[in-house]
């Protein structure tokens, strides 16, 4: 989780740099667990998490929960 976030506030930075271009990037996070065993499960949670993450404010990660 710590590296996607680092990778979500690169690219933000990155963007920040010039004047013209407004860049956010939402992320959701999911993976592989008792709740969500199949690779359909866990795209489905990480889908519902950056829909949260949207919701939230843009610009973040959320984790399925």
């Known amino acids: ?13 990155e963007a ?7 860049v956010s990037v939402s992320i959701g996070l999911a993976r592989e667990n008792a709740r969500s065993p199949t690779p359909h499960d866990v795209l489905k949670a990480a889908d519902k998490a950056l829909y949260r ?3 939230t404010g843009r610009n973040r990660l959320c984790s399925a929960r």
Request: glycine share 4%.
């Open 53 to 55: 993450a949207k919701k």
């Open 16 to 22: 920040a740099g010039h004047a013209s271009i407004k």
């Open 1 to 13: 989780e710590l590296a996607v976030e680092q990778a979500r506030a690169a690219l933000a930075d």
